[in-house]
Nanobody, 124 residues
Framework: QVQLVESGGGLVQTGGSLRLSCATSGGTFSTYAMGWFRQAPGKEREFVAGIRWSNRNTDYADSVQGRFTISRDNAKNTVYLQMNSLKPEDTAVYYC?????????????????WGQGTQVTVSS
């Protein structure tokens, strides 16, 4: 079966940086569009960033535009989320998701596979 495993979360001060990784297995990673979502306590799961298989087309939520960068390495079956200039509002569990389609989506039900999540906490 397809498995996604996130890593790289942790505690960081406001203005700091973290790099999340999502390692995949059991599927044809290079054909999947990938996305990152996050969910804070009491809030809906929200879209953060998405990337097509080609690594050329990316999509970002307005709240992270200019601060976060999504990328992928198909040879390593891994997608990354570089997070800079972190704010307390970024505190959430971050989930990696795979979609067996060419295009990304901002809607979480349209993704087929999910990781277990990794906690990101930004202290003020």
């Amino acid at each position: 079966q397809v498995q996604l495993v996130e890593s790289g979360g942790g505690l960081v001060q406001t203005g700091g940086s973290l790099r999340l990784s999502c390692a995949t297995s059991g599927g044809t990673f290079s054909t999947y569009a990938m996305g990152w979502f996050r969910q804070a306590p009491g809030k809906e799961r929200e879209f953060v960033a998405g990337i097509r298989w080609s690594n050329r087309n990316t999509d970002y939520a307005d709240s992270v535009q200019g601060r976060f960068t999504i990328s992928r390495d198909n040879a390593k079956n891994t997608v990354y989320l570089q997070m800079n200039s972190l704010k307390p509002e970024d505190t959430a569990v971050y989930y990696c998701a795979a979609r067996a389609r060419y295009t990304t989506s901002r809607s979480w039900p349209e993704y087929d596979y999910w990781g277990q999540g990794t906690q990101v906490t930004v202290s003020s």
